[in-house]
């Protein structure tokens, strides 16, 4: 999981989009034609069929990533070449004016500081008309630049289009290929061969989806041990190796590829730098207020870090996972419009989950995270997948064969820790009480 403000650039980019509402319609009732089983069209490659049970997990013989999201980071600044120069300017001008408000209070008399309050005093409803009318622009601003998200219908402001993006989405994909540049695997390969079968059953079997028929999807999987996928906005597809290795099978695939290319069409990135940038600007009210009223310049560093950390985790945060949540909602529908068997998608978190259990990796609290925890992405695909098995067979896909996987990882779940309890036994008087040990079989 990278992000690009490693390279000193901080930006989002958008996809081109349709002014067509009347194409954003319930995706179980277009289904441009009927599929054959995704089995029998992409044949998988060194990963078990879901429809046969196995006690063995790919993802437990990998290094997670805790920070594993199978998108880039959302939390960027605005996307023209202008607004990255302005953005850090902007809070510096804030700053400075707080500090000379501040200042020029300190310098004036004590007489001067009376007749200047007595003023403000006599004048209250002028300033809070000035106020009120500053509020209701940006209440307008608002309220005008509302859109509907494609497919969903929610409504969400978009401030930035598409033209505002292309330049820089062509200046990361650069970047990103530059920095995999030795690691991308060739198209002969039967990885690169799999992840291009699975992209291309999905845009093909979502194609009466405007946004999907616009994008050209171009395939590249990066020879890298670490579980992460992402789409740029333009169609680039990123694929690591680790991600192969850790899913189960074909279905798991398909899910995560389609929620990364849920994102592109939803024009995510967009909107997250939108919202950003709408709070960001008026946080500057608030951040010339600190500087003002802080008497010493050491408490207006602190009062503009927390002014900060308030935005962050109670608007950006909890705003990026309100963005997966609804990319695996339509990540999902992708795949089901796919004949992918959409049961296997919470299967994936919750193997993601015991894996990191595991490896002892130390789970935050949600709200720290822009992404929704395992567990919980794991429990929102469960609500969902009855949704997407009638959209599944709206699309006349054929019949699901073989018991459910959810129910397979719960008897796995529930053989090895049996296995476990039955081999802890006789060793029991043998082990260290304050050393644990997680010794599962891989059978």
């Known amino acids: 999981y990278r992000n690009i403000t490693d390279k000193g650039l901080r930006c989002l ?115 809070l008309l000035g106020v009120s009318s500053l509020g ?83 395939i590249h999987v990066v020879d890298e041990p670490g579980v992460n996928a992402f789409v740029l906005p333009n169609g680039q597809v990123f694929v690591f190796t680790g991600l192969l290795d850790a899913v189960s099978d074909i279905h798991q695939l398909s899910f995560i590829l389609g929620h990364e290319i849920a994102h592109a069409v939803l024009e995510h990135a967009a909107e997250k730098a939108s919202l950003v940038h709408f709070l960001d600007f008026l946080s500057l009210i608030f951040l010339t207020m600190i500087w003002a009223i802080c008497p010493r310049d050491s408490l207006a560093v ?28 339509v990540g999902l529908q992708f795949a089901a419009k796919a004949c992918v068997d959409v049961r296997a998608s919470s299967v994936f978190w919750q193997q993601m989950e015991l894996a990191e259990t595991i490896q002892g990796q130390p789970k935050l609290p949600e709200w720290l995270s822009t992404h929704p925890s395992h567990e919980n992405r794991a429990e929102h695909l469960d609500r969902l997948i009855p949704e997407a098995l009638k959209i599944r067979e709206s699309c006349n896909c054929p019949s699901l064969s073989g018991p459910d996987p959810r129910l397979i990882f719960r008897l796995n779940m529930q053989h090895l820790l049996e296995s476990y309890k039955g081999r802890e036994a006789p060793n029991s008087t043998k082990q260290d009480p304050s050393k644990p040990k997680l010794d599962f079989p891989h059978t």
């Open 136 to 218: 209701v622009v940006f209440v307008m601003f608002y309220f005008t630049h509302l859109e509907e998200t494609p497919i969903t219908g929610r409504a969400r402001l978009l401030v930035f289009g598409k033209e505002h993006f292309r330049e820089l989405s062509q200046m990361e994909y650069d970047m990103w290929m530059e920095q995999f540049e030795d690691q991308l695997l060739p198209e002969t390969d039967a990885r690169y061969q799999v992840v291009e079968r699975v992209v291309g059953h999905l845009s093909e079997s979502n194609k009466d989806i405007p946004q999907v028929a616009a994008l050209q999807w171009v």
């Open 302 to 329: 602190v009062g503009q870090w927390i002014q900060s950390k308030l935005q962050e985790y109670m608007f950006d945060r909890p705003y990026s996972r309100t963005l997966e949540a609804e990319a695996d909602k």
């Open 13 to 127: 980019l958008d996809v081109p989009h349709t002014s067509d509402r009347n194409a954003h319609h319930s995706l179980g009732r277009f289904c441009s034609q009927s599929f054959q089983p995704l089995g029998e069209r992409i044949p998988s490659l060194q990963i078990s069929s879901v429809e046969q049970p196995s006690h063995h997990f790919p993802a437990w013989n990998i290094q997670i990533n805790r920070s594993f999201h199978t998108s880039p980071s959302l939390q960027a600044a605005p996307v023209p070449l202008f607004w990255i120069i302005v953005k850090p300017a902007q809070k510096l001008f804030a700053i400075i004016l707080g500090r000379s408000i501040r200042k020029w209070w300190k310098a004036l008399p004590p007489n001067k500081r009376e007749l200047f309050k007595e003023s403000a005093r006599k004048n209250k409803w002028k300033i």
